[in-house]
């Protein structure tokens, strides 16, 4: 995503937004292009068509996950048959105001587009629920231990790339100390707590830090121990973005190696909604984890 849009004209004066908030405009605004689309039986190939682009150009803009062309959201509109000066005026003011740059546009070299979306996602998110089965969630990594996820990753990146990563992760976790933090419900398998990543002491560190963010009060930690056997979560991580406005769905990310899963369809989520409610039954509780946090870490 990028700050602005060459060939634009410039945004008129709007209230400033932050970056939070332009992520929700996005997704505001894509879902009522949606149905505007929709309510006008227009395929989205013929709408990427109008604009001189494709059927995957108009999903990423009916989901919020790129940026808008105040021309091609004027083609739209005209191709919808919006004819209203009124309606038209407030949708464009909302692409206007969807235009401000976010704070991960400094890493714009080293972070692939689909990552960029799920950032997007995550600064908007009122509630996210996940479940990891490899790595200490994000937005709980130490910096040492992000550095070493970073490097097993990167392997043949240069240390000033490696360096940029780990504060891009670090930068990240601003979210949690923000005025209005999301409510983060995490769920760890415990093959998380006992992959040694840096070494003993970086994961001492790393565990009893986790220790420490369960107690905010948004925060919610819990660990599947080894001891329960098999789970709900056995095919891998996830993670669950909710958002305040009624109009955005919950979205679904899923990390590949070289890209992501995102699902919003009502099935889809549900499905995986029920997977966390059965995860959280198998896990220990809240206080009961955070006493196995403190143990794995004496055991190092």
Do not use: C, N
């Not at 332009?22 to 190939?45: D, K, N, T, W």
């Not at 930690?221 to 979560?233: E, I, N, S, T």
């Amino acid at each position: 995503m990028t700050s602005g849009l060459p060939g634009d004209e410039q945004p008129d004066s709007e209230p400033e937004e932050t970056q939070a908030e332009s992520s929700v405009v996005r997704m505001l605004l894509g879902a009522q292009l949606r149905r505007m689309r929709e309510g006008s039986g227009i395929s989205p190939e013929k709408a990427g068509y109008e604009i001189r682009s494709s059927r995957s150009k108009i999903s990423r803009m009916e989901t919020g996950r790129v940026g808008f062309k105040l021309r091609d959201v004027e083609d739209l509109l005209t191709l919808y048959g919006v004819v209203s000066p009124e309606e038209r005026a407030k949708i464009m003011a909302l692409a206007r105001r969807s235009r401000a740059a976010e704070w991960w546009t400094q890493y714009s070299d080293i972070l692939p587009d689909w990552f960029e979306t799920y950032l997007a996602l995550e600064s908007a998110a009122v509630v996210i629920r996940s479940f990891e089965i490899q790595f200490v969630p994000g937005l709980f990594q130490t910096e040492d231990y992000a550095r070493a996820v970073t490097r097993l990753g990167h392997q043949t990146a240069p240390e000033q790339e490696v360096e940029r990563r780990v504060r891009l992760r670090r930068k990240r976790q601003d979210v949690l100390a923000s005025a209005h933090p999301p409510r983060v419900w995490a769920m760890l398998d415990e093959a998380v707590l006992r992959r040694p990543l840096g070494g003993a002491a970086v994961m001492r560190a790393q565990l009893r830090h986790l220790a420490e963010v369960a107690h905010l009060p948004h925060v919610t930690l819990q660990v599947v121990p080894f001891a329960r056997g098999g789970h709900a979560g056995a095919g891998g991580s996830f993670s669950i973005l909710r958002f305040a406005e009624a109009d955005l769905p919950d979205v679904v990310f899923i990390e590949q190696l070289t890209s992501a899963v995102y699902l919003d369809q009502r099935p889809d989520v549900e499905h995986y909604l029920e997977i966390v409610d059965q995860l959280s039954g198998e896990a220990l509780p809240p206080d009961a984890t955070t006493r196995f946090l403190e143990q794995v870490a004496r055991e190092l």
